[in-house]
């Protein structure tokens, strides 16, 4: 913990990010192969009891019901057609369905013109872990030999503006501010003018948090979006939804609402690294086809980890 | 807060309606439609399994001897079910005898425990007392300045001190001193703000159960997520076994999330949600009252957290008035009309405000309008009574055909609107009326809404 004050540049977790990705989803695969195990131990024959335990098993990992119940009914089919033989078939077909429906879900980033910066707007409910999950990933591209600038948009959350420039400190980045209270839209004016004129590779914004329930505030998010587009054009390139691990069926929700008004490209799905499972993520690929960008798995600003479905599916099932 | 979860049971309870017995096939439908309901609420898999298992052995055993309809036995069931899940009685804070009393807040990151501690010390300050906030959280970075912000903001008093070194010595010594600090100037409860933690991060877990012995604090308060899933069980559950929590907190509940985690919470720790929060100001901490959300969820209404309400927020004096001229008919005028609407919008969405009334009785008619109000409605309404002049507002027979136009012109909207509004308006007043001389229930249910 001490080491989250001390976080360096110089931390060297590339090479290892398969390994660290696994061991962040360990925790979740033990549990839910075991649940698996716990499922089928009784008979090497699949019958519909077996696939009740895994309905159990998929919506006790935030899958929701229409996910799980569309995932295992073709399996269900199978299952009562007797296609599928054993435990071993089976689980391999459920990786199968959960690992299409998340590399189905490919919305690409808007390519930025050439010697302009990609703009990348954070957005999210509150607490989800947005200033973190900028800190972190400023470090990303900073490791990668980029230039950053932060912009501290979220001028209405106590001390979230002190809490960036502790993050620019750390990696090393330039942070954008205004006063606490300020117009948001206007300090990212000034950001992407600011990177503009210094050729910067990327800029990172952070927003307020904000219940997608707040039309008001979800307007904003629209404003800052036009803002961005009339200074650097296709901007903001990526929109990241950050989402907390441990959300339940309101992820979809969310993801829906913030999609409508600030045209998310991707999800962050942050805090993999305790025991909530972040299952919601399947739903929302499958509904809305929004990829899993990163996952955060921790504090340090080295805990940011690009998204592998098929390491996560494996690791879930391996 | 609730209104999704609301709707679902209603659907699901719709289906067994206007049958005369209960039997296995009809209970099984409507237990597996409750069953998705509270899944979708997010409520844990094995609490929703426990539950629908108490109400299936209940509701089989108790067919015979119903006066009500079977769907109403049914969710008479459940509703002394979700009852005893949520806890009886609201629960209070308990305070030392001998002051400060400790308060200390626990939660994973991001559930909102330094806004909470923020309004929790707001609201004492309302109750009289005299709270102390100390921050102990010296890892997340801005972590402090944030409770100093909000300290500042609610004018409360802080205890500051200093962090050389981001560890448990530090933390121990901090919530030492803020201790002695409430006590030499003389504030009665002391209110420790901590980093937010993993419950599977044993360090951090052993830095909370040091803080616990230290303080020996009365109250131990979970802060947690409405939106959290499945997982809410396993964190407080953790959280518990190490803490021994002593009460909930219920953030972000203003949001959609339907708050199946206040069930599951309550479940595996039976420890009572004693607050929710419901917005991103500092007044916007509320106590729960498990009763009253049980009878939301089931669609039989909040009427007492309506009224409730609506008396912090609508202005005492304005609203006296408005009832005694509105009882009178004559003085009700549009000006009148229009501050009605606003505090209306100001208590909160229609919908929801509606929807906290009981299905039953005097306001079956209003829930099934409920559905069609629309807020932007509202604006239109409010929109056609701005362009009306003062002498219009007051002496609303005035308004002819050309006025008319004008104020359609004026607000965007049609003569015809401007028509329904005032023949509505003519209604409500003779019907407040009425009212003020009979009864206020048999009037209401024939009310329809101006719009």
């Not at chain 1, 071993?88 to 690409?108: F, G, S, Y």
């Not at chain 2, 629908?52 to 052995?57: A, L």
Request: aromatic share 4%; hydrophobic share 40%.
């Amino acid at each position: 913990m001490i080491q989250t004050l001390f976080g360096s540049l110089d931390e060297q977790q590339k090479p290892s990010f398969l390994d660290r990705m696994k061991e962040a989803v360990t925790r979740t695969r033990e549990n839910l192969s075991e649940r698996i195990e716990d499922a089928v131990a009784f008979t090497k024959e699949i019958d519909r009891s077996t696939l009740d335990d895994l309905e159990a098993t998929l919506i006790a990992a935030d899958l929701g019901t229409t996910t799980t119940h569309e995932v295992l009914q073709t399996l269900r089919e199978k299952a009562d057609r007797k296609q599928i033989g054993n435990v071993d078939e089976l689980k391999r077909l459920l990786k199968e369905e959960l690992l299409a429906i998340l590399t189905a879900a490919n919305t690409q980033p808007v390519t930025k013109v050439d010697g302009t910066p990609e703009v990348i707007l954070v957005v999210g409910v509150n607490g989800t872990g947005k200033t973190t999950t900028i800190g972190k990933l400023a470090q990303v591209f900073r490791s990668d030999g980029k230039t950053v600038l932060m912009c501290a948009a979220d001028t209405f959350r106590a001390a979230a503006i002190e809490q960036l420039e502790i993050w620019g400190q750390r990696t090393g980045t330039e942070v954008i501010r205004t006063k606490p209270g300020g117009d948001p839209a206007a300090v990212l004016y000034d950001a992407l003018q600011a990177a503009t004129a210094r050729h910067s590779d990327y800029v990172i914004v952070d927003t307020a948090g904000r219940l997608h329930t707040k039309t008001n505030l979800m307007a904003e998010l629209e404003k800052m979006r036009r803002t961005a587009q009339r200074i650097i054009p296709g901007a903001p390139h990526e929109t990241l939804l950050v989402m907390d691990a441990t959300t339940g069926q309101n992820g979809l929700q969310q993801a829906r609402l913030f999609t409508q008004s600030a045209g998310v490209t991707g999800i962050v799905l942050a805090k993999l690294d305790g025991t909530a499972k972040g299952g919601v993520v399947v739903a929302i690929s499958r509904e809305l086809g929004l990829p899993v960008r990163y996952v955060g798995v921790g504090e340090k600003a080295g805990d940011l980890l690009p998204f592998d479905a098929r390491e996560f599916v494996e690791s879930l099932f391996a | 807060m609730f209104e999704n979860l609301q709707e679902k049971l209603q659907r699901a309870f719709k289906t067994l309606r206007g049958q005369a017995v209960l039997n296995e096939e009809n209970i099984q439908e409507s237990l597996r439609e409750i069953r998705l309901a509270l899944l979708e609420a997010d409520v844990n898999f094995k609490v929703v399994k426990q539950l629908i298992d108490h109400i299936q052995e209940k509701a089989v055993g108790k067919q015979v001897m119903t006066a009500l309809s079977p769907g109403e036995q049914v969710i008479k069931i459940l509703r002394d079910e979700l009852i005893e899940t949520l806890g009886r009685d609201t629960a209070r804070l308990k305070f030392a005898s001998q002051p400060p009393t400790t308060v200390l807040m626990a939660g994973l990151q991001g559930s909102g425990k330094t806004t909470t501690s923020g309004k929790l010390a707001n609201w004492l300050k309302n109750g009289g007392h005299r709270p102390l906030l100390v921050s102990v959280d010296v890892y997340r970075p801005a972590a402090r300045e944030q409770l100093k912000i909000v300290a500042q903001a609610i004018k409360a008093n802080l205890y500051e001190g200093e962090v050389k070194e981001s560890n448990t010595g530090t933390v121990e010594r901090l919530a030492k001193e803020a201790r002695r600090e409430a006590v030499n100037t003389g504030c009665d409860v002391l209110i420790v703000d901590t980093a937010g933690r993993l419950h599977i991060d044993e360090q951090l877990m052993d830095e909370m159960q040091s803080l616990k012995r230290l303080l020996n604090p009365q109250e131990i308060l979970f802060v947690a997520d409405a939106m959290t899933g499945q997982d809410a069980v396993r964190s407080a559950d953790e959280f518990h076994k190490k803490l021994s929590l002593t009460g909930v907190v219920l953030t972000k509940m203003d949001g959609d999330a339907r708050g199946g985690a206040a069930l599951s919470i309550r479940q595996v720790t039976g420890q009572p949600i004693k607050f929710i929060g419901v917005g991103e100001k500092y007044d916007a901490l509320e106590p729960f009252h498990p009763d009253r959300i049980v009878s939301r969820i089931l669609g039989m209404g909040d009427i007492l957290s309506l009224i409730e309400k609506a008396e912090q927020q609508m202005d005492k004096k304005k609203a006296q008035e408005l009832a005694s001229k509105a009882l009178t008919g004559d003085g009700f005028s549009l000006e009148d009309f229009r501050d009605q609407l606003r505090q209306v919008k100001k208590m909160g969405s229609l919908q929801s405000l509606v929807g906290m009334l009981p299905s039953i009785g005097p306001f079956a008619g209003l829930q099934k309008h409920a559905d069609k109000v629309d807020e932007k409605q509202v604006n239109r309404v409010e929109a056609i009574i701005n362009s009306m002049t003062a002498h219009e507002r007051a002496h609303h027979e005035v308004i002819n055909g050309s006025r008319r136009k004008r104020i359609a012109r004026g607000s965007g909207t049609s003569a015809q609107e401007v028509n329904n509004l005032l023949r509505q308006y003519a209604q409500m007043r003779k019907m407040f009326k009425q009212m003020g001389k009979g009864s206020f229930a048999r009037k209401l249910a024939g009310m329809k809404l101006p719009m």
